[in-house]
């Protein structure tokens, strides 16, 4: 058997990076499922495999914290595992580490499988036992478990855009990272110019489609906490917390 913990390089090219020649968060998210990607085909229940069973996995969840980043021509390892597997979802964790080999963050994710042709959950552990022997409980992700994201009772600004095919993944709806995308750049560029993005949080409620017209709301909730409500009409299509410091 194939180790819990998968450990996968990446290197931070420059064409990854912002004005700030250091690899965005968006950029570090990609790096994140890139590993889950390998850690879950490594061990037999990647995208290839359970598409054999009309199955595929779903984001969720996904909370991100850094307290830096990678600039560019720099590496970076990211481990990951799984820390729970229940009746319709799984948890996956990961650590971000630099070429000095200092933890410099921490994400978690959560994932459920979705039958292709009725768009419902599965019973996981039911459908591949198998996953249970993967399950970690011993090694630590201390960042907190992804808590609820309200709804904004205010706004402080918004802006609009329609789902074009830039923003389609594999699955024929909106990209999880796009949506990422989309919050970040409502945000000014002073933000990016004097601060960071300490913590990312998204939770996914529904698909996004070709065509579709969205609309995201931001609201201040302190200093430095805004939540993003992405919207197709009156629907909330994702909500996001972002913490900047």
């Known amino acids: 058997m194939l180790s819990k913990v998968g450990t996968f390089k990446f290197h931070v090219?420059?064409?990854?990076?912002?004005?700030?020649?250091?690899?965005?968060?968006?950029?570090?998210?990609?790096?994140?499922?890139?590993?889950?990607?390998?850690?879950?085909?490594?061990?037999?229940?990647?995208?290839?495999?359970?598409?054999?069973?009309?199955?595929?996995?779903?984001?969720?969840?996904?909370?991100?914290?850094?307290?830096?980043?990678?600039?560019?021509?720099?590496?970076?390892?990211?481990?990951?595992?799984?820390?729970?597997?229940?009746?319709?979802?799984?948890?996956?964790?990961?650590?971000?580490?630099n070429q000095s080999g200092k933890i410099i963050g921490y994400a978690r994710t959560i994932w459920a499988a979705i039958d292709m042709q009725t768009r419902r959950p599965i019973d996981i552990p039911s459908w591949r036992p198998d996953m249970l022997q993967y399950v970690e409980d011993e090694k630590q992700c201390p960042i907190e478990k992804m808590s609820k994201i309200p709804q904004i009772d205010g706004i402080d600004s918004s802006m609009g855009y329609t789902v074009r095919y830039s923003d389609i993944d594999i699955n024929k709806h909106v990209n999880s990272i796009k949506y990422m995308e989309h919050a970040i750049n409502i945000f000014d560029l002073n933000f990016f110019t004097e601060k960071i993005i300490h913590k990312f949080e998204i939770v996914y409620l529904t698909e996004g489609l070709f065509g579709d017209k969205l609309k995201l709301y931001k609201q201040n909730m302190s200093e430095n906490e805004y939540i993003i409500d992405t919207k197709k009409g009156d629907e909330s299509i994702c909500r996001s917390r972002i913490v900047w410091v």
């Open 13 to 97: 090219e420059s064409y990854v990076c912002d004005f700030t020649e250091k690899a965005t968060i968006t950029v570090m998210t990609r790096f994140m499922l890139d590993a889950a990607s390998k850690h879950a085909d490594q061990r037999g229940f990647g995208y290839e495999h359970i598409l054999k069973d009309n199955v595929v996995w779903v984001l969720s969840r996904l909370s991100i914290q850094l307290d830096e980043y990678p600039g560019q021509n720099q590496d970076l390892t990211v481990e990951t595992w799984i820390e729970t597997v229940s009746k319709f979802f799984t948890q996956r964790c990961f650590s971000f580490i």
